[in-house]
């Protein structure tokens, strides 16, 4: 009877720790999401420029096509932002 007691406890000592480290794990992810945000962002920030300078000197079709991808990247992350953003606004009435 006794050791059934224990083995309770420690079933629900394990969830508990399973419970812990999966918000843990959800808190690091979320971090991690801004961080790559932030990296994408500047990253195609310096990207774009480059390319439009090859297309500049090129006049190649495939650096034109790229520069569309980069500013479609770039305002998909923009947009991304703004949600980010607006995430973190406290509830008010008519958003609860
Ligand atoms: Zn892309």
Same mark, same amino acid.
């Given at each position: 009877?006794?050791?059934?007691?224990?083995?309770?406890?420690?079933?629900?000592?394990?969830?508990?720790?399973?419970? %812990?480290?999966?918000?843990?794990?959800?808190?690091?992810?979320?971090?991690?999401?801004?961080?790559?945000?932030?990296?994408? %962002?500047?990253?195609?920030?310096?990207?774009?420029?480059?390319?439009?300078?090859?297309?500049?000197? !090129?006049?190649?079709?495939?650096?034109?096509?790229?520069?569309?991808? !980069?500013?479609?990247?770039?305002?998909?992350?923009?947009?991304?932002?703004?949600?980010?953003?607006?995430?973190?606004?406290?509830?008010?009435? !008519?958003?609860?």
């Amino acid at each position: 009877m006794c050791s059934g007691v224990y083995h309770q406890l420690a079933i629900k000592e394990i969830v508990l720790w399973c419970l %812990l480290h999966f918000f843990l794990l959800l808190i690091k992810l979320i971090v991690a999401a801004a961080k790559m945000f932030w990296t994408a %962002l500047l990253s195609n920030s310096i990207v774009l420029p480059l390319k439009v300078a090859v297309w500049y000197h !090129s006049h190649s079709h495939v650096i034109f096509a790229e520069i569309a991808h !980069s500013d479609a990247d770039l305002m998909n992350q923009s947009l991304l932002g703004v949600g980010l953003h607006r995430s973190k606004k406290a509830p008010n009435a !008519s958003h609860p």
